[in-house]
């Protein structure tokens, strides 16, 4: 059974850092994208960032320039560097895989606030 876990919630101070993981229960995950998504009270789940493959990545608007994905095969985990954090950034985050099918891990609450 596929699983994705993310690490703990975690509160941080604005301007602060962050890096919260999502390991997998299958390997290669360099083999299929991995990204996260977030979710603030009230709001859409938005995409945030990306990992292909190839190992490029994507971000949303918001975060670029903040935020930065990346994984360890080795691992089968895929992280997410949060640096420069806002208040705005407080929501629960998401990871997501897709293989043949599409599973999402149970998310993790990121809040930021002084």
């Known amino acids: 059974q596929v699983q994705l876990v993310e690490s703990g919630e975690a509160w941080v101070q604005p301007g602060g850092s962050l890096r919260p993981s999502c390991k997998a229960s299958?390997?290669?995950?360099?083999?299929?994208?991995i990204t996260w998504y977030r979710q603030a009270p009230g709001k859409q789940r938005e995409l945030v960032a990306s990992?292909?493959?190839?190992?490029?990545?994507d971000y949303s608007d918001s975060v670029k320039g903040r935020f930065t994905i990346s994984r360890d095969n080795a691992k089968n985990t895929v992280y997410l560097q949060m640096d420069s954090l806002k208040p705005e950034d407080t929501a629960v985050y998401y990871c997501n895989a897709k293989l043949i099918l599409e599973y999402w891990g149970q998310g993790t609450q990121v809040t930021v606030s002084s």
């Open positions: 990992i292909r493959s190839s190992g490029s990545a």
């Open positions: 299958f390997e290669n995950i360099n083999l299929n994208p």
